[in-house]
């Protein structure tokens, strides 16, 4: 699996010799791509429209419907947190511990810092889990005792706990921080191998069940890494800037290099690119086609009862597997 959430290594320095595009005051951020420059204000009106936009555009959900946001101590997933919470939505998070030393450690403290001190007040709830008392190691562990890459198996189980928890406690939509930046790297990255199967998917809003899961949507595919940032230093929002460690390296970080390469040269070419696509693939497919597909073929796993295309689901499978290799 693709590691999702990389980020940029620091927070951007936020300067600008212009004045506002909308109110004409002293701007903080420039915005190339959108040939604009904004003040604080109207920067998170902006930020706010986005989203928005995205969340009417995509139907994702509605005022009345219970959100389970995956936060994960980055950028992105603590700000969309706080927008949600800002917008009237109710969102409660979920945070899962993979238990990589001092990465996970400083994630959770910025997380927790961030319930308490803003979520909180909203009377929003975190769910914490924790791999290494529910699984029995941590995610590197697991992995060596399956012999599959670590962020393949972080994925098996991220997607399970997720959905695990979006069950157990009524939840009607998870939504996820993924940002233009990492939607236009998997485009890049499927386009370039033609995988369909996986492009047919990579949609911000994929209904409950497609894959045996909630519904599951992405608000901030508008938004790009840059502006998230900005958004959270803007804000006041204390993020984990380290990456996850085993990130390094990641084809993700070469197709985002490329992409921000292209962006210097004509801004707006990411979002032509992602936006581009979503259009030519709404006009493809109708999105209850894909759901009937995929619905035919699930039934309950005969070990944990999620759905499951198999016999058995892709998280049971690597938990027998885990058990098999732990010596006696
Ligand atoms: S191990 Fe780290 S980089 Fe890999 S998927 Fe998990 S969180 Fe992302
Ligand atoms: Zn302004
Ligand atoms: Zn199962």
Not at 109 to 117: D, G, L, N, Q, W
Not at 132 to 141: D, K, L, N
Not at 298 to 314: E, R
């Amino acid at each position: 699996m693709t590691p999702h959430h990389l980020q940029s290594a620091a927070p951007p320095r936020i300067i600008s010799s212009m004045n506002c595009t909308k109110c004409k005051t002293k701007a903080v951020m420039k915005l190339p791509r959108h040939n604009a420059a904004f003040c604080k204000g109207c920067f998170n009106r902006f930020v706010q429209d986005q989203v928005l936009k995205a969340i009417r555009s995509q139907e994702m959900f509605t005022q009345q419907d219970r959100l389970l946001v995956a936060v994960s101590g980055g950028k992105d997933s603590l700000a969309l947190w706080d927008l949600l919470l800002k917008l009237g939505y109710k969102a409660d998070a979920l945070y899962v511990n993979l238990g990589i030393g001092g990465y996970s450690e400083s994630s959770q403290k910025k997380v927790v810092h961030f319930a308490e001190t803003v979520a909180a007040a909203y009377g929003s709830v975190m769910h914490v889990h924790t791999v290494e008392r529910e699984e029995g190691a941590g995610i590197r562990e697991l992995a060596m005792m399956v012999h599959r890459p670590t962020c393949s198996t972080c994925g098996t189980i991220k997607r399970y706990r997720f959905n695990h928890a979006a069950i157990q406690h009524e939840y009607d939509v998870m939504a996820t921080g993924h940002n233009l930046d990492d939607e236009a790297a998997r485009l890049l990255g499927n386009v370039l191998h033609w995988q369909h199967e996986y492009l047919e998917k990579q949609g911000p809003s994929l209904p409950a069940s497609l894959d045996g899961f909630a519904k599951k949507v992405k608000p901030l595919y508008r938004l790009t890494e840059r502006e998230l940032a900005a958004y959270c230093v803007l804000n006041r929002i204390e993020y984990v800037v380290e990456e996850c460690p085993m990130a390094q390296g990641a084809r993700t970080l070469l197709y985002k290099e490329v992409l921000n390469r292209l962006e210097t040269e004509s801004p707006g070419t990411k979002q032509m690119f992602y936006w581009g696509f979503l259009e030519k693939h709404r006009k493809a497919e109708a999105p209850m086609s894909m759901v009937d597909k995929d619905r035919s073929t699930l039934h309950p796993c005969s070990l944990c009862g999620q759905p499951t295309t198999a016999d058995t689901c892709s998280y049971c499978k690597l938990m027998v597997r885990a058990k098999i290799s732990t010596p006696h």
